[in-house]
């Protein structure tokens, strides 16, 4: 009987993205979240006793600012290197992008695959036969699982390999393969890296990718760890995903259909942030509240919109470690803008004129000039980094408009209007 670990996309000493606008925000601790998610993982090895230790690529993030990272991982290597634990790395898109870790020496327990072919590393002590390749380019669009070796007849096989098999979202599509790509090699385990989202691909044989070990923003929302794989008799009996990740992220949506005041819309919050908490088990939080619901309050929501965010940033901190990465207001009318424009009445004249006018992009900006407050709102795709576009494409432009109609219709309601 043996153990290992499988663990990826590391990225040590990648920055944590959108906390940083927080006064109150552990900065230090946030931008050493990857090397104390890392040392979590390291402290379980040694606990655990695991046998090895397999890293699917992006260990690293890119080239380093300084030494200090390659200082850190060599230290860490070497405390595996004392407990007996072997290490098996291969590169990946980002460790490929490093100028300065390919000279980095490694303590004897490591072994970094080539990257001018896969190979394969034997323990024959345990009857284990790693098989890898790194990449020796950040770009690698051929299927290199296809350039692994055959199995080793008489020992336990695992392919360690960064890819995003046919495609995942939010990935680039590197080292493309197939799962039928992978169970031809007849290998035990595939041991993946490169998806940031834990997956189990499949059982026969197992096909995995462990997530990365620590949530860098809001995408990598959700726990985040490692996997631990536990083989007798050359079969795998036991596969457990165990969390190290030491800040969560995580998506916060809130249902206010039934909220008839602003107070009981922070009540609402306040479950909500209570019930995240419990989810992150301790651990300081990083979310973004979804405030969603056909809602009473909706207008009021609205039209105190940038107000309404500082309050629920208190609402948070009050709760404890909880920083409100963002809030986006989903909310909507009981009543719908389509089926007021039809009715006799200020505010129905008033959509009616709004509609009619030819105004583009800078034109609705001047007639609502705290719009841009409000773009957290907008869509995603209406943004380069954090700044609004202003070109008046057809897309953007009703959106825009869009955005006008809710916050005058939403002045008009407060005052004695329809909602």
Not at 3 to 29: M, N, R, V, W
Not at 377 to 397: H, I, K, N, V, Y
Request: proline letters at 5%; aromatic letters at 8%; charged letters at 25%.
């Amino acid at each position: 009987m043996f153990k290992f670990l499988h663990t990826a996309d590391i990225h040590l000493d990648s920055p944590l993205k959108g906390l940083e606008s927080y006064e109150d925000a552990p900065l230090e601790e946030i931008r050493g979240a990857s090397r104390r998610a890392f040392d979590q993982l390291i402290d379980f090895a040694v606990d655990e006793e695991v046998d090895f230790l397999l890293i699917a690529g992006d260990l690293y993030d890119g080239d380093w600012k300084d030494y200090h990272t390659g200082l850190f991982l060599v230290n860490r290597m070497g405390r595996l290197q004392r407990a007996g634990i072997r290490v098996f790395i291969v590169a990946g898109n980002h460790d490929a992008a490093s100028n300065t870790t390919r000279a980095l020496p490694l303590p004897d327990n490591v072994s970094l695959f080539s990257p001018r072919k896969a190979e394969t590393k034997l323990l024959d002590d345990l009857r284990v036969a790693v098989h890898g390749q790194s990449y020796a380019a950040r770009d690698v669009r051929e299927n290199l699982a296809l350039g692994y070796p055959p199995r080793q007849a008489g020992y336990f096989n695992i392919g360690l390999l960064h890819t995003a098999l046919s495609g995942r979202v939010g990935h680039e599509p590197y080292a493309p393969c197939t799962v039928d790509d992978l169970r031809v090699m007849g290998y035990d385990y595939w041991a993946l890296g490169h998806v940031h989202q834990q997956e189990v691909v499949a059982r026969d044989p197992w096909i995995i990718f462990p997530g990365n070990l620590q949530g860098r923003h809001i995408r990598e929302s959700g726990a985040k760890g490692a996997t631990l794989v536990t083989v007798e008799e050359s079969r795998v009996t036991t596969v457990q995903q165990r969390e190290f990740d030491v800040l969560r992220w995580l998506l916060c949506p809130v249902d206010l259909s039934a909220c008839q005041t602003i107070e009981a819309v922070f009540g609402q919050v306040r479950q909500a942030l209570e019930a995240g908490r419990a989810a992150g088990e301790g651990r300081p939080l990083a979310m973004r509240l979804i405030l969603a619901g056909a809602c009473p309050v909706h207008a009021e929501l609205i039209d105190r919109w940038p107000r309404l965010i500082d309050e629920l940033r208190g609402v948070a901190a009050a709760s404890g470690e909880v920083w409100l990465e963002k809030v986006l207001l989903q909310t909507r009318r009981r009543t719908e803008l389509a089926e007021l424009v039809g009715q006799d009445n200020a505010l129905a004249g008033l959509l009616r004129f709004l509609d009619e006018l030819p105004l583009g992009a800078e034109d609705l900006f001047a007639l609502v000039p705290e719009l841009p407050a409000f773009k957290s709102r907008l869509p995603a795709e209406l943004f380069e980094g954090d700044e609004p576009l202003l070109a008046d494409s057809p897309g953007q432009t009703e959106t825009l408009r869009a955005e006008v109609r809710e916050l005058l219709a939403a002045r008009l309601l407060q005052n004695g209007g329809q909602g």
